[in-house]
T-cell receptor, first 114, second 114 residues
Framework: GNSVTQMEGPVTLSEEAFLTINCTYT??????LFWYVQYPGEGLQLLLK?????DKGSNKGFEATYRKETTSFHLEKGSVQVSDSAVYFC?????????????FGKGTLLTVNP | DAGVIQSPRHEVTEMGQEVTLRCKPI?????LFWYRQTMMRGLELLIY????????DSGMPEDRFSAKMPNASFSTLKIQPSEPRDSAVYFC????????????FGSGTRLTVV
């Protein structure tokens, strides 16, 4: 089956620190990979995505590269801000068939202190 | 586009009462998903529809839960009778009928059963 494993949180950083949140996956078929962000009191928002190997998704200073050889899609940001405090979810989907749905990791809570 | 619209945003009800949550997906999206989010269990997929037809309801916790999608622009999730352990945030999401696009989530309904 499909599964996503992301690093346990919470992660606490100071402003301007470097961020890495690890994500690895297993999938039957060729997955598309996603990072979602959930700010306090809100729904999940798509942060970035990649649909094939070696693609790099990027948005708002965040980046993640689709690594097929290591089945990974780690999220990085060079300099975090207090406003980045949120829960981050890694996810995958395999299109086609009756099993077309996103599989989410458990989420990683990030807190950025000023 | 107004995005995925859920109502109500907050619902407080007494144990034993019927609760109905509503969702309007994005026009043109063929898939609709209902999720439940709690601190203990994280994000759980309850049921999803394709072209208004329920495809997988294996995540529905028990017979007290039911979901319908009478047309392409409206879905309901009903709990009857409600119990305190149903307290959670319920999200609706929709997506296009193609791989790699991810989901668009609504803002959620925070349900409290007292």
């Amino acid at each position: 089956g499909n599964s996503v494993t992301q690093m346990e949180g919470p992660v606490t950083l100071s402003e301007e620190a470097f961020l890495t949140i690890n994500c690895t996956y297993t999938a039957t078929g060729y997955p598309s990979l996603f990072w979602y962000v959930q700010y306090p009191g809100e729904g999940l928002q798509l942060l970035l995505k990649a649909t094939k190997a070696d693609d790099k998704g990027s948005n708002k200073g965040f980046e993640a590269t689709y690594r097929k050889e290591t089945t990974s899609f780690h999220l990085e940001k060079g300099s975090v801000q207090v406003s980045d405090s949120a829960v981050y979810f890694c996810a995958l989907s395999v299109a086609g068939g009756s099993n077309y749905k996103l599989t989410f990791g458990k989420g990683t809570l990030l807190t950025v202190n000023p | 586009d107004a995005g995925v619209i859920q109502s109500p945003r907050h619902e407080v009800t007494e144990m034993g009462q019927e609760v109905t949550l509503r969702c309007k997906p994005i026009s043109g999206h063929d898939y609709l998903f209902w999720y439940r989010q709690t601190m203990m269990r994280g994000l759980e997929l309850l049921i999803y529809f394709n072209n208004n037809v329920p495809i997988d309801d294996s995540g529905m916790p028990e017979d007290r839960f039911s979901a319908k999608m009478p047309n392409a622009s409206f879905s309901t999730l009903k709990i009857q009778p409600s119990e305190p352990r149903d307290s959670a945030v319920y999200f609706c999401a929709s997506s296009q009928n193609r791989g790699g696009y991810g989901y668009t989530f609504g803002s959620g309904t925070r349900l409290t059963v007292v």
